[in-house]
C-alpha cells in the first residue's frame, strides 16, 4: 500500500462554545471532538470537570507515553508519505491500495470531528484504525472509531465501499478488534452522539460513574465531587 497524507480541502467557519471549552459551533449545530466519546464511556461526569468547570490536570503517564509513540508512527509515515487530497485518494484508492495517517473526519450535520490514527483504502474497503494502549476493546474505545467510521461515511458521497473500523495494539500490527461499520454499528453510535448533543445542549444529566475503581485512578478525583 503506498503512503498518502491527505491535506484537508473543505473549510467550515467555526465559532467557539461561550461555555464549554473545546466545543465548536460550525453550521449551526455543536460541534465535538470524537475523542470525547472515550472519556464518556470512562466517566461522563469527567467531563462535566474539564469541558464546563475548565479544570486542568496534568497529563498522565499513559497520556505523555501514549503522544510519544503516537509521534513516532507519524514522523515514520510521513517519511515516504505522498501529498494528495481526499477525492483524489478516494478515486486512485479503487485501483491501488493507499494508506494515510490522522486524516481529519469532520461531519457539521451530526456535530463531529476528528484525526483518523490510520486508513486503509483499497479496491473493496475502507478500513478506519484507531491505535490503542493494550488489548482489550472497551465500550468507549470501540465508540470512538464507530463516530470515525460514521464521520467518514459521511464524507463520501455514492461510494458503495465496505467501511470497517478497527482497533490495534499500539506499536504493532495486532488488530484486536475489527468489525463492519453496519447497521447496528451506525444506529449505535448515532443514539450515543444524540446523548453527547443532549449533554451539551443541558436536557441531559453527565451521569458519574459508579464503579469506584475508575474514579481511584481518575485524575479529577481531588476535584470531584462524587469522589
Ligand atoms: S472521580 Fe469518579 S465520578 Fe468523579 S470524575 Fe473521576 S471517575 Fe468520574
Redesign the pocket.
Known sequence: MKNKLIKNSIEYTIEKHPKIKGLQIIKGKNNFPISWLNQQG?????L??QYFKGIKTAPTQAMIIGTAEHQKLEDKFKEDAVPTTFNEVLETSKEEAAISREMFVIAPSLGIRGFIDEIWMTPDEFVIIDDKPGRIPYPSTINQVLAYCLGFKNMLNDDKRKIKGALRERGTNNLFWIEEFDEDNENRINFLINRMQGLFEGSKPFI??K??N??I?????S?????
Not at 217 to 221: S, T, Y
Open positions: 470512562y466517566c461522563e461526569y469527567s462535566y470537570l458519574p460513574t464503579n469506584k475508575k474514579c485512578k481518575c485524575r479529577f478525583q476535584y470531584c465531587e462524587h469522589f
